[in-house]
């Protein structure tokens, strides 16, 4: 299959890779000529923050697949994972508060990781369902797929605990003929040949404050992660967006004008911008504000009226309001946990 343009334009952090060089070492496969052979030096592994073309990250993956050939590939990458080769992203996966405000940030700021995949949270009261959608027609091998659903898995069990399981869990391959690697791993029922990789959780497991979390950690490490996707790309309008709001939040919200004056454009243009993104100025105002109100309730220095001010409220009752709609609970009950 050839890479299409937006494959040929895309890249990958490269640090996660060390998973899978770990899971071939635990198979008793020798990893360097595998990465060799998909045109990556080993040595670069070494190297922070590096990237490689998506196109590169799918060769990797398909050289690895036939290299193996084993279905359960992708469960022993998810294995090894830790949360520390994914930049500040994994460190303030480990130091969020809850799994909600872990897997919001990880939604966010997803192409920090790669460009070939994005990440989907529908919440309803009662579930949350957390969708992986590939930004391309370029199909990588079905381990991959794997991963990303067991690596959420892994990453929710070294916050929350092992006892943490889905409710139910999607993936893309056809049932193998041996299914027990995966009935240990999710302890779910799995739905096979599904169109996309997707976890089905329990709300409340992602409302229960982590034994984990460290809102000073999470706040330093997500501007990094912010700071990073904004060198990756300057052209990134809702990157360049949610960086203005943020900054700009303790004094107000700021118009969508104001910010477009800023970035040195129309408004109709920045709308624009938005809208091919598949977002809004609103979306990106609620979403931060959002973001940072969980930061600031986890921080016990804070009243409930100054996270409402540091958020760009001038009322706590207006806060509130806001709060409740995000979240269906009222600020008070979520610092309580």
């Known amino acids: 299959m050839n890479d299409s343009s937006d494959v040929a334009a895309s890249t990958a952090l490269l640090s996660p890779a060390i998973n899978l060089w770990r899971a071939l070492e635990a198979r008793r496969i020798d990893p360097a000529p595998i990465f060799r052979a998909a045109g990556i030096d080993p040595a670069a592994l070494a190297e922070p923050g590096r990237r490689v073309p998506s196109r590169t990250a799918l060769r990797l993956q398909r050289v690895a697949d036939e290299a193996v050939g084993d279905p359960a590939l992708g469960l022993d990458v998810a294995r090894q994972m830790q949360g520390t080769a994914m930049h500040a992203l994994g460190y303030a996966w480990l130091a969020s508060g809850t799994l909600g405000e872990a897997f919001r940030r990880l939604a966010r700021y997803a192409r920090v990781l790669s460009e070939l995949w994005s990440m989907r949270i529908e919440e309803t009261p009662s579930e949350v369902r957390i969708a992986f959608e590939f930004t391309t027609d370029v199909r990588p091998p079905p381990w991959l797929y794997d991963w990303l659903a067991a690596g959420a898995v892994r990453l929710s069990r070294l916050a929350y605990g092992d006892s943490f399981a889905p409710l139910e869990v999607a993936l893309v391959r056809p049932a193998p003929s041996d299914l027990a690697p995966f009935a240990e791993w999710f302890r779910a029922p799995i739905r096979w040949t599904a169109p996309q990789a997707s976890l089905l959780c329990r709300a409340e497991d992602f409302a229960r404050p982590l034994p ?41 919200v700021p118009s969508q004008t104001e910010v477009a004056r800023a970035l040195a454009l129309s408004p109709r243009t920045l709308a624009r911008r938005l809208e091919e993104a598949g977002t809004s100025f609103t979306a990106l105002v609620d979403e931060t504000r959002r973001a940072l109100a969980e930061q600031y309730l986890r921080r016990t220095e804070y009243s409930v009226a100054e996270v409402a001010y540091l958020v760009g409220f001038a009322e706590a009752s207006s806060f509130n309001r806001a709060f409740r709609r995000w979240t269906g609970r009222a600020p008070g009950d979520a610092r309580r946990g």
């Open 212 to 252: 984990t979390g460290n809102p000073e950690v999470a706040a330093a490490t997500e501007r990094l992660a912010l700071d990073y996707l904004a060198g990756l790309d300057r052209n990134d309008t809702v990157t360049q967006v949610r960086s203005r709001v943020r900054a700009s939040l303790p004094t107000g």
